[in-house]
DNA sequence: AGTTCACCATACGGAAGCGTATGGAGGAAT
DNA sequence: ATTCCTCCATACGCTTCCGTATGGTGAACT
């Protein structure tokens, strides 16, 4: 008979952990935050993963489109440029911010959303690469300093959701003033 | 009666995502996956909470002992011990990130993991912090760069998690250079 | 050999959730 | 008014899980 210790135990919880996945989101909680039954919602989903995928959906066609319009109107010199999509990307959003990380937690134990996550990765990071690049940056720097930008901007939401600090203009001027670092003229 | 459209429950359902948490983590799932059954289990923990705070509990511990005195012992400079710090934190560890990501999830729905993440936070960043003021940095701008280190070490955490890029050890390198950026001497 | 204790299996009641089946209400169209 | 179709309520069977109660097993100690 195998026996276990307090700590094995814990420690073959972290292993389960990183498993698991969504798990929340239950069909008839929802329902009743809605006002409304199970026969609803099967009326408009197949089942549990159609409405995951449904989000999973939304959220990547929010993620993909616009902002990079807005940016571009108002900013000329490469700072402005980062700045402005620094503000715009940073703003605070705690339903965002939430909705952010637990798609990037349900991303670790599925490879459809993986994919997806990846979509819009790949889609913002291009952005700003090409925006360092039309500055004049080489490319391998570009994209260096693109995911470290990047980084910052999901460090920023994963840190809000849990109760972190927001970053502050000051702090996202400087973070803008440094990613430009290495460039001629500002 | 009130009728929704399939856009509502999909927006309902993000809100209701806000929500939700943890939830993943089932003991009797747990206890199959260890060879055991849930008499096991109920031993050596209260409840399901029981479990999961000590974990957060571990997981506390585990983030802020050491590292430390590991980082002072090879390096010299600031931007020596922020390379070495950061080649430290930054380690691939694929079950660590996972674990970084869930608690950090689920801290967006629970006080007390709330309270227990800002603790580890207050004490990683005043390392940072108290090595960037020891290098002559101002307070209010070693506070900056240390939140804007942190940001993109959650973000490479959380990144990795979904599958992301890891820093290379040259990324490494330019973000130690460009958080020194304005001391004097290197 | 008996006792004690830590560790675990088994069985149970109850709750919660999934997905299906079926019918009803109400608007729209004809 | 009848028909049709959309949206939803209700009821059901099934599964999974929680937490408790209770007993069993083996090791250690005496």
């Known amino acids: 008979?195998?026996?276990?210790?307090?700590?094995?135990?814990?420690?073959?919880?972290?292993?389960?952990?990183?498993?698991?996945g969504i798990d929340a989101l239950r069909v008839e909680?929802?329902?009743?935050?809605?006002?409304?039954?199970?026969?609803?919602?099967?009326?408009?989903?197949?089942?549990?993963?159609?409405?995951h995928l449904a989000m999973l959906n939304e959220w990547e066609r929010r993620g993909t489109a616009q902002i990079i319009d807005d940016v571009e109107e108002v900013a000329f010199t490469p700072l402005e440029q980062l700045r402005a999509l620094a503000t715009a990307t940073f703003a605070s959003d705690p339903v965002g911010d939430a909705i952010e990380t637990s798609i990037r937690s349900w991303a670790a134990t599925d490879e459809t959303v993986q994919a997806a996550v990846a979509r819009v990765d790949e889609r913002r990071l291009g952005y700003v690469t090409s925006l360092l690049?039309?500055?004049?940056?080489?490319?391998?720097?570009?994209?260096?300093?693109?995911?470290?930008?990047?980084?910052?901007?999901i460090g920023e939401f994963i840190w809000r959701t849990a109760?972190?600090?927001?970053?502050?203009?000051?702090?996202?001027?400087?973070m803008s003033i440094l990613l430009v670092t290495g460039l001629e003229a500002t």
Do not use: C
Request: net charge positive.
């Open 1 to 20: 008979m195998r026996k276990l210790s307090r700590d094995e135990w814990i420690g073959g919880a972290f292993t389960a952990l990183t498993d698991g």
């Open 29 to 51: 909680p929802l329902a009743k935050r809605l006002g409304v039954t199970k026969g609803s919602f099967y009326h408009h989903f197949e089942n549990r993963r159609d409405l």
């Open 133 to 153: 690049r039309a500055a004049g940056m080489s490319k391998g720097l570009a994209e260096r300093r693109a995911r470290l930008m990047y980084r910052v901007l």
């Open 163 to 174: 109760g972190g600090p927001a970053s502050t203009r000051t702090e996202l001027d400087e």
